[in-house]
């Protein structure tokens, strides 16, 4: 079993920067892959990006390459999502995700988080 928790979130202007945080507890929870998903108002989750559970791989959806970037530090049992230029369509709930498939965790990931919001104005 593992709980995500979240934070970070927040209202920022268009092309600032913010970052988002993930704590992840359960006996096993750093030999998990994570990601960040998002969910914008009247539209469906969509993946963000992953990272494996060593910290040497990731994978972004195309909407933030170049812009976001995820890291993770196994010590903390922590995950990060640093988002930079960012844009009004950034705007969504993030929610951190886990799962032990390098696969499923960008695409149906077992463990979700409650989400923090992220607002950018223009």
């Known amino acids: 079993q593992v709980q995500l928790m979240e934070s970070g979130g927040g209202l920022v202007q268009a092309?600032?920067?913010?970052?988002?945080?993930?704590?992840?507890?359960?006996?096993?929870?750093?030999?998990?892959?994570?990601g960040w998903f998002r969910q914008a108002l009247g539209k469906e989750r969509e993946f963000v990006a992953a990272i494996n559970?060593?910290?040497?791989?990731?994978?972004?959806?195309?909407?933030?390459k170049g812009r976001f970037a995820i890291s993770r530090d196994n010590a903390r049992s922590e995950v990060y999502l640093q988002m930079n230029s960012l844009k009004p369509e950034d705007t969504a709930v993030y929610y951190c995700v886990a799962d032990r498939g390098w696969n499923a965790v960008s695409t149906t990931p077992y463990y979700w988080g409650q989400g923090t919001q992220v607002t950018v104005s223009s």
């Open 15 to 34: 092309g600032g920067s913010l970052s988002v945080s993930c704590t992840a507890s359960g006996r096993t929870s750093t030999t998990y892959h994570m």
């Open 53 to 64: 559970w060593s910290g040497t791989l990731a994978n972004y959806a195309d909407s933030v």
